[in-house]
Every structure is written in C-alpha cells, then in structure tokens.
C-alpha cells in the first residue's frame, strides 16, 4: 500500500511500513525552522537518515564548498547534512562566539521521491534563546 503525506509543503510518497509523517512545528514563537540540505551526499543509510530526530549543530571547517558551513549532527556525532547558504551564516557567528561551539536541535529527515527518484527532506528546529549572543553562554 502507498500513501501520500504532506510534510511541510512537500509531498511525499510513502510505504504503508513507513512511521507517520512527523509533526510540523506550529509554535513558531519559541524555535526558528531551518532546512537541511546535502543529505543524499552523506554515505549513511535510510535507517541513519530517517531515525534522525535531533542533535547538535557544528562548524564544520573542513567543508570545501563553503567556509561558513554548519553541520547537522545526529546523537551519534554523525554528520546527516548541512545548513543552507544563506541561513547557515547567522548560525556561523552564534557558534564562533559560544564556548560550547555547538547548538541542541530537533528535527526529522524523511524520504520524498520527486519524478520517481529517491530524495531526501529534512528540516530542524533550533530555539530562539540561543540567538542571544550578547552573553556568549555555553549552550549545553
């Protein structure tokens, strides 16, 4: 059986042995919705992808493409993707100055077929109160 799922305002196609799709964020008033990008670039499998539910953001200073990058980590220190340009550049600066040199997040990826072919979304949620950078807190 397949069925089809709205996630955001994506489309996605899924097996009826898939979980439901995740739950929007609708209180936008305490975390801030970004977009994870690069997924299918990362050698990990459907199951490391889809079991994502949150982590950690990081600098991530070996990254060709970009020298602004923000990492998306798992719980296993995994790196599942990355911040866009030119979201990824505010988080750049909040990271430099936190003496932790990460930030907790929330988040889900799932798979969306577009045209048939396999691709993946993915979004996370970061808190509003870590934007705060005048006290360069730890963020732990």
């Given at each position: ?5 709205l996630?955001?305002?994506?489309m996605?196609?899924?097996d ?12 936008n ?60 550049v505010?988080?750049?600066?909040i ?5 932790a ?13 577009d ?18 950078t ?7």
């Open positions: 059986e397949i069925r089809l799922s996630v955001g305002s994506e996605c196609i899924r009826s042995g898939i979980q439901d799709a995740p739950e929007l964020n609708t209180d008033s305490e975390e801030v919705e970004y977009h994870i990008v690069g997924m299918k670039y990362r050698k990990l499998t459907d199951d490391e992808l889809e079991s994502f539910s949150g982590g950690d953001l990081m600098i991530d200073p070996d990254n060709q493409y970009d020298s602004e990058a923000v990492g998306v980590y798992n719980f296993d220190e995994k790196c599942v993707g990355y911040i866009p340009r030119p979201y990824n505010e988080l750049f600066t990271l430099q100055q936190s003496s040199g990460t930030l907790p997040v929330r988040g889900w990826i799932d798979k969306s077929y045209y048939g072919k396999k691709a993946w979304v993915g979004r996370v949620y970061v808190k509003k109160k870590y934007f705060n005048s006290n360069n807190q730890e963020y732990n």
